[in-house]
């Protein structure tokens, strides 16, 4: 018994309230943060009332009529493949939202400092109103049924996010943002080429009608041109160069939701446009895309041993992790694909952590440069203490949830590779060995943020205010209770993608 | 099913309308100046165009009941005489015409307020919308040529407006012996269809030429056409006169040639090589010239300091995407190519008004320093935002749904690659759109101050943005009437022949 | 009936004709002729043809040439317009001297 309406209302909560947090904030100033938050958490209220109706499977759906001559519905879909995500995404927004108050306000100080002029109340409006739309986007994408509904909620990801580098972030923001907005809609318009021939050959614009494109010559062209959207935005190796830029240089909040929650939406898509509907197509990809996975977990890992600026080293961190995700992927099974959904949910609370961290130590310590950091865990126990967590989630540590994932995906990878070639063990076995670099970066790198000597300069560092702290430690929460009680994730993963494949 | 209507000089109404309007705005004018009325032009001008739209849309009743109507000019029966025909392709274009020339008008009010001559003004650009809709409603090739050359004449001088300076007149100059030759290109080709079939009407030609097999007298004719309309849609190569003669126009007038003048010339390039040709024959060289002129006018596009050149250019790369529907040549192709039609008209006729109010009110083209202006000029910086997503092709708004169903037909039709170079150019045009926006979004220099624009110039860009947007979401009515007229075109072909010869 | 290929010929010589003073010459007045050389070609070609039926003239065609003289000549006596006001101003009509936009 759900609510009617709950899906569209959903997406139209979020979207309404932007324009009315505009008019507000332009009012209020900082406060607007606040009223921010409201249709973030009406809109978690439906989704959790849908994820208990949906218990032990089944789904539910709406759709609407757009252009039905035109062969465009306006149909959403949310079922055990889409809830966590939803959830996942709703809770990242939400908090970020919060953490966003304190953290925007000390920028803007920042900026004050810089540049002798007061902020105007405009920009704490627009940066909350594009936060709203950004999640709309980004809601909207997990939701879709049909295919270029899912193409205007993809690149309505693009624009606010674009539009909040450009105006909020660090260094060369402006290149940076075009750079960013350069890289991910090229990879959209092969994406929307990919689309557009499919339904030459199907007929139809739906998602669930791309099953039809197996068997047609042209399956493989349309397959990798729609995978090749989705891998620009995962940055897997070798598309991967925005991404450092990018996340290194967002504003901390927007970065903390591009690289958890944005990323791996590309992830999720490959799930539901490419290995469900066209799994044979894709079964044929197995070995090449595992060997590439591989190839991004381990660039990814060096490259962020190499790194000295905390965000870039947070940045890298999510291209190994996308590897990761990609792995599972790869292996076109029931528990690769599960644990690549189960990893995005990890990743997406864990980074969420870690970028929240990297944002405490800016804003309290001053400096990005980890180098310039050291025994801060005298200072700032909570923020250590979460920073360990953050790390130990994504390094999959139990008893927090990343372990769960990692098994998963591996079990997957294994289940394939017993059953394939040579390489595939190879690639597999290599894979394990490499979850020594995730490990071995994140201690590292705590052990010369938080522990050692503590610096002349930094003897009056305080401890973050509750805030910040505060969405960091629910993030840290959902993850050590999922990692001691799986169930309530896999229970919705395993038996639709049982199903499916 | 269809009546001939022949008394007189007969003309459709909407047509009779814009040439009496045209020819009463002299007088108006020079009365207005006489009595010393100030507004009393520019109300007569909006009541012209209010009136031609309200035409247009009794005309669409009677061409729906009727199919296809035709209007005999001289009293000579056709095929011998030169002849209206107007379906539903014709209502869709003379409404698209009538929607931008309207809201130009509004607009023009408040912009044109301060300069001198503003009677010839206003009575030129009822003329050339009056030679825009005879293009779009000929029937056969001659009536065509006489409207095509009212349009452009009256453009010509348009162009060359603000005659103190010298810009406007180079590029007045250019752009009048360039379209000149592509007129006497035009005769050229009127003659050999003339020499091939004895007639210039359409559906003659139609019956008797089509399908015919290729000769050098055919590619003769093929060149010909695309040489004579091709200057005034600005195809590659044939494009030179373009980013000189939009930027140096007076704002209105940019936004009319770029939004419709240009669209016109495709119309009456989709018509005659439909009519002419069958599709298959001019499916690879259009869909050559539709290559050469998305990426080089792209790629100029990237190195340009003025907004308005920049814009320019612009539309010299949605012409070529345009040209994809043409190529495509199918009833889904034609569809996308009118439906981009209107929906670019509305996108760059708003783009070039909104950078206009800037203009306006800065004094400045180039876009460097402009930088700040969406902090001092939020409603139209705005709007100018939502124009430029839209010839993105962002989802949301209109442009994106006339380009997806361009590329898709693109796919349809078996010109895969041409998709592929079509999204590309696509991407790569958002590139120099960006560059638009982050000037829209920066913060401004010391000393840099502008007010908004004044309400009425405020007002028609709002309103054209909010047609984008809600194009954008709703595009259900626009894509069934783009489909209608498509389908008139290319399947109603009998029904059009049919018309005429019985 | 008439033979054809003179009058072919003529028309095709006098579209380079037109086409080379277009192109070539420095002076507006020079390239408005040209342009207006461009003209009467086409109209000639028009003519011509008219005289393929056999047995008569066509007058279709007469009549559609002499409505296109007058419309060219329009557009001429606009150029002309145009290259009147250059002079007032300029005081020259050499258009290599009066090129200032750039690409």
């Known amino acids: 018994m759900a609510i009617p309406y709950s899906l569209a209302l959903v997406l139209l ?35 959790a009332s849908l994820a208990v109706e949906l218990n032990g499977g089944g789904s ?46 000390h920028r803007f100080e920042e900026e004050e400092h810089h540049t002798g002029v007061p902020t105007p109340n405009s920009s704490y409006a627009s940066y909350y109103a594009l936060y709203l739309f950004y999640a709309v986007g980004m809601l909207g994408t997990v939701l879709t049924t049909n295919l270029i509904q899912f193409y205007l909620f993809y690149e309505l990801m693009l624009v606010p996010s674009w539009a909040l580098i450009n105006n909020y972030g660090y260094g060369e923001k402006e290149r940076i943002g075009m750079m960013y907005f350069m890289w991910t809609h090229v990879g959209a318009v092969i994406l929307l080429a990919g689309i557009l021939s499919s339904f030459w050959v199907t007929g139809s614009f739906e998602i669930a009608a791309l099953a039809g494109v197996v068997g047609s010559p042209m399956a493989g062209w349309i ?44 992830a999720y898509a490959a799930t539901r446009l ?37 965000k870039r080293f947070l940045a890298y961190s999510s291209v190994s992790q996308m590897g990761y995700i990609f792995l599972g992927l790869a292996s076109a099974a029931e528990y690769g694909v599960s644990g690549a ?56 540590v139990p008893p927090t949830m990343g372990f769960m994932s990692k098994f998963f995906i591996f079990s997957g990878t294994f289940s394939t590779a017993l059953a394939g070639s040579t390489t595939q063990l190879l690639v597999a076995v290599v894979s394990i060995i490499m979850t020594v670099l995730t490990v071995g970066y994140s201690l590292w790198t705590v052990r010369r943020i938080f522990f050692g000597p503590l610096p002349e300069h930094l003897k009056d560092v305080k401890e973050a205010p509750l805030t910040m702290t505060l969405p960091l430690l629910v993030f840290a929460l959902f993850s050590v209770i999922i990692g001691i009680y799986p169930k309530l994730v896999t229970d919705y993963l395993l038996p639709f993608l049982a199903n499916a494949l | 099913m269809v009546d001939i209507i022949s008394q007189g000089i007969n003309l459709p109404l909407p047509l009779l309308m814009l040439l009496l309007g045209g020819l009463t705005s002299l007088m108006v004018g020079l009365l207005s100046e006489r009595i010393g009325v100030a507004k009393l032009r520019e109300v007569w001008m909006i009541i012209v165009s209010a009136a031609t739209l309200t035409s247009i849309y009794y005309l669409n009743q009677s061409v729906q009941k009727a199919g296809v109507l035709v209007i005999s000019i001289w009293g000579q029966l056709p095929p011998l005489g030169g002849c209206f025909e107007i379906d539903t392709l014709s209502i869709f274009m003379s409404g698209s015409i009538a929607v931008l020339g309207f809201l130009v008008a509004l607009y023009s009010i408040s912009y044109m ?53 010298w810009g406007p007149i180079e590029a007045g100059f250019k752009y009048l012996v360039m379209s000149a030759t592509a007129g006497a290109f035009l005769i050229l080709s009127m003659a050999i269809i003339y020499g091939m079939t004895g007639t210039l009407n359409f559906a003659a030609i139609a019956d008797n030429l089509r399908g015919a097999a290729v000769s050098p007298w055919i590619i003769a004719l093929f060149s010909t056409l695309v040489v004579g309309f091709g200057v005034k849609s600005a195809i590659v190569p044939l494009h030179t006169w373009l980013p000189d003669a939009h930027p140096e126009a007076p704002s209105p007038i940019s936004a009319l040639l770029s939004g419709i003048v240009i669209e016109t010339g495709l119309y009456a390039l989709a018509r005659v090589l439909f009519l002419t040709f069958d599709p298959g024959m001019f499916k690879l060289p259009i869909a050559f010239l539709a290559v050469l002129t998305m990426t080089l006018a792209n790629v100029m596009a990237l190195l340009q300091t003025d907004i308005k050149r920049l814009l320019a250019y612009s539309s010299i790369a949605q012409v070529g995407y ?20 209107f929906n670019h008209s509305m996108m760059k006729g708003m783009a070039f008004l909104a950078s206009g109010s800037i203009v306006h009110e800065t004094g400045t083209r180039d876009i460097s320093s402009l930088r700040g202006i969406g902090k001092m000029m939020p409603v139209t910086s705005l709007s100018l935002f939502i124009a430029l997503l839209g010839l993105g092709g962002v989802p949301g708004t209109n442009g994106f749904i006339s380009k997806y169903h361009l590329f898709s037909a693109a796919f349809g039709s078996g010109l895969g690659w041409l998709g592929i170079m079509g999204v590309l150019n696509s991407a790569l045009s958002m590139a120099y759109y960006i560059r638009i926006m982050q000037v829209l979004l920066g913060s401004p220099k010391e000393g840099f101050k502008a007010n908004e624009a004044p309400i009425l110039m405020l007002t028609v860009t709002m309103a054209m943005a909010a047609i984008i947007v809600i194009l954008g979401i709703w595009p259900a009515p626009l894509i069934n009437f783009a489909t209608s007229a498509s389908q008139s075109l290319v399947e109603g072909l009998s029904t059009y022949i049919g018309a005429v010869l019985g | 009936m008439v033979p054809l290929e003179p009058f072919l010929v003529s028309v095709g010589l006098m579209f380079v004709i037109g086409l080379y003073s277009l192109m070539v010459k420095r002076d507006m007045v020079r390239i408005l002729i040209g342009v207006e050389i461009l003209f009467n070609s086409a109209n000639l070609c028009f003519i011509a043809l008219s005289t393929q039926v056999p047995g008569f003239v066509d007058p279709y065609a007469h009549s559609i040439v002499m409505m296109a003289i007058v419309l060219d000549g329009t557009v001429i006596a606009v150029g002309l317009a145009m290259v009147m006001n250059v002079y007032k101003h300029y005081k020259t009509i050499d258009i290599r001297k009066l090129r200032r936009l750039k690409w």
């Open chain 1, 13 to 47: 909560v979020p979207l309404v309230s932007a324009p009315i947090v505009y008019f507000l904030g332009k009012q209020m100033g900082k406060k607007v943060g606040w009223v921010a938050t409201l249709p973030l958490i009406i809109t978690l209220l439906l989704i």
């Open chain 1, 60 to 105: 539910y759906s709406e759709s609407y009529s757009w252009a039905p001559d035109a062969g465009l519905t306006f149909g959403l879909l949310v079922d055990g493949l889409s809830i966590w995500m939803l959830i996942t995404i709703n809770v990242l927004c939400l908090m970020i939202c919060v953490y966003s108050v304190t953290y925007m306000e």
């Open chain 1, 223 to 266: 397959a990798f041109a729609i995978l090749i959207g989705f891998f620009t935005k995962m940055a897997v190796f070798g598309i991967h160069i925005w991404l450092p830029y990018a996340h290194g240089e967002a504003p901390t909040p927007i970065s903390a939701l591009l690289s958890p929650a944005m990323i791996g939406i590309g």
């Open chain 1, 274 to 310: 490419v290995i469900i509907p066209m799994f044979p197509v894709f079964a044929t990809f197995s070995t090449v895309f595992s060997f590439w996975a591989l190839l991004t977990m381990v660039y990814g890992g060096l490259m962020a041993l190499a790194q000295d600026d905390i």
């Open chain 2, 113 to 165: 307020e301060k300069e001198s001559r503003l009677t010839e003004f206003y009575t030129l650009m009822t003329f050339m919308m009056a030679g825009m809709t005879g293009v779009v409603m000929a029937g056969d090739m001659f009536t065509l040529f006489v409207f095509w050359e009212l349009m452009g004449l009256s453009s010509y001088v348009l162009v060359a407006f603000l005659k103190s300076k």
């Open chain 1, 341 to 396: 959904i189960f990893h995005y949910v990890t990743h997406g609370f864990g980074k969420c952590i870690l970028f929240g961290v990297a944002g405490i130590l800016m804003s309290q310590v001053g400096t990005r440069s980890i180098k310039e950091m050291g025994g801060l865990a005298d200072r700032m126990p909570i923020t250590a203490v979460l920073c360990l967590l953050g790390f130990f989630t994504i390094g999959g």
């Open chain 2, 322 to 341: 345009m040209l994809i529907g043409l190529a495509a040549g199918t009833t889904y192709g034609f569809m996308a190519l009118f439906l981009h039609i």
